[in-house]
């Protein structure tokens, strides 16, 4: 049972994604039409402070009209490596460089209808600088405990599913008494 793309076309490139209109072959025969949207695999981090409190930021997301609170996070540049771009990601929207930084996860943001992988890690031993941001960015850091952070999470007030996630990953990890053990990506990296 595995369907297969015999149709695709380009209906939008920008800089941001690539949009195709797939046909997609069933197990009957039958071509079934869907959208595709192609975008770079991104990285999520969980910044840790020496106290134990999170390192957030205030992400002005136009798409959803809302100010959201959400974890550190970017597009992987090509060829970058994904602990590369976690590092540059913290340092320029929290101004935070990581004495370390760990592998936690991994998981596909939307795969009914995207290709992006996030890749998920801690970033601790953190020592604090200014943001470099975008000329388009508006991000304001937030250090919250963790338990404040379930709360807004268990109260539907963190509305950003890739935090979620992560914040869920780190749980994991923090729960078995160590950081992680490595996680592998699909392409096993």
Not at 58 to 82: M, Q, W
Not at 112 to 123: C, D, N, P
Request: proline residues 5%.
């Amino acid at each position: 049972m595995r369907s297969k793309v015999v149709e695709s076309e380009l209906v939008y490139s920008g800089p941001i994604c690539r949009v195709r209109r797939v046909g997609l072959e069933m197990d009957s025969g039958e071509v079934v039409p869907r959208d595709l949207i192609e975008l770079s695999d991104a990285v999520v981090i969980v910044p840790v402070l020496a106290d134990g409190s999170l390192v957030l930021i205030r992400n002005e997301r136009f798409a959803v009209g809302e100010e959201l609170l959400e974890f550190p996070a970017g597009k992987l540049e090509e060829g970058e490596p994904p602990e590369a771009c976690a590092a540059r990601e913290l340092a320029e929207e929290t101004g935070c460089t990581a004495g370390r930084v760990e592998r936690l996860g991994g998981f596909y943001s939307c795969p009914g209808a995207a290709t992006e992988y996030l890749h998920v890690f801690l970033a601790t031993e953190l020592t604090r600088g200014r943001q470099s941001l975008e000329g388009y960015e508006r991000i304001r850091v937030e250090v919250v405990a963790p338990a404040r952070l379930e709360q807004m999470i268990a109260a539907g007030e963190l509305h950003d599913a890739k935090s979620i996630a992560a914040y869920g990953l780190w749980r994991l990890a923090h729960a078995g008494g160590g950081s992680s053990g490595p996680a592998s990506s699909p392409e096993g990296g």
